[in-house]
Nanobody, 121 residues
């Protein structure tokens, strides 16, 4: 059974920092890419950041220079360091993982359960 589990999140004041982590486990052969999406109340889900197994990264323009994604291939885990947080960053953050499910490294998408990030004074 494959699992994708997020941790971190919570309440922080504007200008503060939070860190999220996402760990994949189960019958997998690593990952092709893992990343984060977020959905604020009344809005559509949007892409936040993504990292490949090779370390290539991509960010939503709204978080560039403030959020940083990193990885630990051995642990099939990615981290999202969020700095200079703004109220508009408030959302449920969900991890998306394209995991290698067989020895041919074919990928399949999995989602975590989501974690709430609230930026408020």
């Amino acid at each position: 059974q494959v699992r994708v589990v997020e941790s971190g999140g919570g309440l922080v004041q504007p200008g503060g920092s939070l860190s999220l982590s996402c760990a994949a486990s189960g019958s997998i052969f690593g990952f092709n890419a893992m990343g984060w999406y977020r959905q604020a109340p009344g809005k559509q889900r949007e892409f936040v950041a993504r990292i490949t197994d090779g370390g290539s990264t991509d960010y939503n323009d709204s978080v560039k220079g403030r959020f940083f994604i990193s990885k630990d291939n051995a642990k099939n885990t990615v981290y999202l360091q969020m700095n200079s947080l703004k109220p508009e960053d408030t959302a449920v953050y969900s991890c998306n993982a394209n995991l290698r499910v067989d020895s041919l490294w074919r990928g399949r998408d999995y989602w975590g359960q989501g974690t709430q990030v609230t930026v408020s004074s």
